[in-house]
């Protein structure tokens, strides 16, 4: 995986998630031990989403972010996009699933209008993009002035006391659970692997600025190893 790039990395991602769609909510839950949860809760807040607003959750994969605002904000208009269709049929089955709107896109070829959404929120998403700048560009392209960004996510671990234990977590146990509830080891090795070999939060605060968002700012959490940015058209 580490030598893949460009339409080779996205067709490997995209094959992954399509293998574990089934089981994906139940691992995120044990893998966070049900923090994914909160945050995602966290994510809607900082989107400052109200009545009427049309919110694109991208890489909705089973579409935790388009609930959770249909549940937090009645009145707005979750939209869910991913270029995974098994992750989405997977959504669409859940309950409230159906009454979201679905839409297979490419987040480096978004299939929108500019300044069309007042927010867009994304949950593990960016990490796994071939183009990270791309990626960045179009989520600004797409959103209103004065629209919100939010992006939930891995992020490197710093390096201190609890490195050691971090890593543990993250290249044996989650391995071995992702073996044992999906009997998908690979895809739960690529976790680990793309969370340390990605950005650390302030670099992607500092790549969201060179995109374009101004205000940005930047939230970790379980000991490190994920966070919330967030950001302003």
């Known amino acids: 995986m580490a030598n893949l790039s460009g339409k080779e990395r996205a067709a490997y991602v995209q094959n992954m998630f399509a293998r574990i769609a089934g089981r994906y909510d ?20 900082r989107a400052g989403i ?7 959750d ?16 009645p009145g707005a208009r979750p939209l869910a996009a991913d270029f995974t269709l098994e992750m989405m049929r997977v959504g669409q089955r859940r309950p409230g699933g159906g009454a979201i709107p679905w839409c297979a896109a490419d987040a480096l070829h978004l299939p929108f209008a500019r300044g069309s959404f007042e927010a867009v929120v994304s949950g ?9 700048t791309r990626a960045l560009e179009e989520q600004h392209r797409i959103l209103k002035p004065g629209g919100r960004i939010v992006i939930l996510d891995t992020t490197r671990p710093p390096d201190n006391l609890l490195a050691p234990f971090i890593r543990f977590h993250l290249n044996v146990v989650i391995p071995a659970l992702g073996r044992w509830i999906t009997g998908e080891a690979e895809a739960y090795t690529y976790l680990p692997d ?11 605060a500092e790549r969201m600025t060179s995109a ?7 939230k970790r959490m379980m000991f490190g190893t994920v966070a919330i940015h967030w950001g302003e058209r």
């Open 26 to 45: 139940l691992m995120n839950r044990l893998m966070t031990m049900g923090q994914d949860v909160r945050w995602r809760k966290e994510v809607i807040r």
């Open 58 to 73: 991208l890489g909705a994969g089973t579409g935790d972010l388009a609930l959770t605002i249909r549940e937090r904000v």
């Open 194 to 204: 793309s969370t340390t070999g990605f950005l650390r939060a302030e670099t992607l």
């Open 124 to 132: 593990f998403l960016v990490r796994n993009v071939a183009d990270l």
């Open 50 to 56: 109200t009545d009427g607003d049309r919110v694109l």
């Open 212 to 218: 374009g968002f101004r205000n940005v700012g930047f």
